[in-house]
């Protein structure tokens, strides 16, 4: 049985996470949308309780914008910077990027995603 991610445990995460690279601990906003998004104007992550990636993958894809906003600016689309962003938060929380649920990311993201040291499954 798949154990269910409470908000609790994501907030939790993100303190830590916030420790760990450094960052201000920004607000995480919950919503009833099925998607997550990071905004720089004021800065927060903004998290939907039923978004369709899965509230942890989403948290790691937005929790890497904020890593990538605050070592090269807000230009928030998906390039190298984030994607290598991406990465480096996924090894962290999941102890291995492979563990990453690689196939709800967009293309963009894919697209630089190394299939010599990831697997795609």
Known sequence: ????????A???LHAQLCKVYK??????VWTSTRRG?????PTTIRLGINCWRGIKTS?????AHYVDYSTHGPYLHHG?????SLLKVAEHVLGNPKKYKWSTEYKSVLSRW????????
């Open 10 to 12: 994501i907030e939790a």
């Open 114 to 121: 190394r299939e010599d040291t990831l697997d795609r499954d």
């Open 1 to 8: 049985m798949k154990r269910k991610v409470t908000k609790q």
């Open 37 to 41: 998004r990071f905004v720089y104007k």
């Open 80 to 84: 190298k910077e984030f994607y290598d």
């Open 59 to 63: 948290y790691i894809h937005e929790f």
């Open 23 to 28: 960052l201000p601990l920004i607000p995480i």
